[in-house]
């Protein structure tokens, strides 16, 4: 229930008029005693309205208090519980993305031990061409070393022919020319 600030004002111009009117024939009039009395009847009268009327006042304004202080503890726990749900959701989202980094985490670790396998294969496949092309490499060396062997066994062979072909053509062409000179000088002592 509102106070008018109507009322208190005129409770308090009341009583304080009371009181100075009672004041005034306690001194002026001490023999108007009924006259007193009245007043000061009035001025006890308007004392109860005028605490009243503050008492009220201090009533609306601690309800009014109240009813703000009630109003933030409302507000207090809306912030609270929009808080706790941002938290719970921010611990869902952040358990969320470390579960997901976890299971990259552990697809990479796969990603990686299938790789070095891969590596591991691939080095072992390099290893065994090499090997191959080595031992090509040393057959085909081996085979070279054997044809030039045999080439030269060959070109020896041909040599020693070529070398008594020539001298058989070489003991011809004696012959020839050691008979043409026979001829030549029996034709000239002729």
Do not use: H, W
């Not at 090499?130 to 020896?156: C, F, H, P, W, Y």
């Amino acid at each position: 229930m509102k106070i008018k600030k109507s009322n208190l004002t005129f409770s308090a111009v009341g009583f304080v008029a009371s009181i100075l009117v009672t004041l005034y024939l306690i001194l002026n009039m001490p023999q108007m005693l009924q006259l007193i009395i009245v007043f000061g009847i009035i001025s006890l009268a308007d004392t109860y309205f005028l605490v009243d009327s503050i008492v009220k006042k201090i009533d609306e304004i601690s309800e009014a208090s109240m009813d703000k202080q009630t109003e933030l503890v409302k507000v207090e726990k809306g912030i609270y519980s929009v808080a706790k749900r941002e938290e719970s959701a921010n611990v869902r989202q952040s358990n969320a993305l470390i579960s997901q980094i976890q299971e990259l985490q552990a697809e990479n670790q796969k990603l990686n031990e299938k790789l070095i396998e891969q590596q591991k294969l691939c080095t072992k496949i390099l290893v065994k061409k090499a090997q191959e092309n080595s031992n090509k490499n040393l057959n085909s060396s081996d085979r070279i070393s054997k044809l030039l062997v045999q080439l030269n066994g060959s070109t020896t062979n041909s040599s020693k022919e070529t070398i008594e072909i020539l001298e058989e053509i070489n003991k011809t062409l004696d012959t020839y020319y050691n008979d043409n000179n026979d001829n030549v000088r029996r034709m000239r002592a002729n």
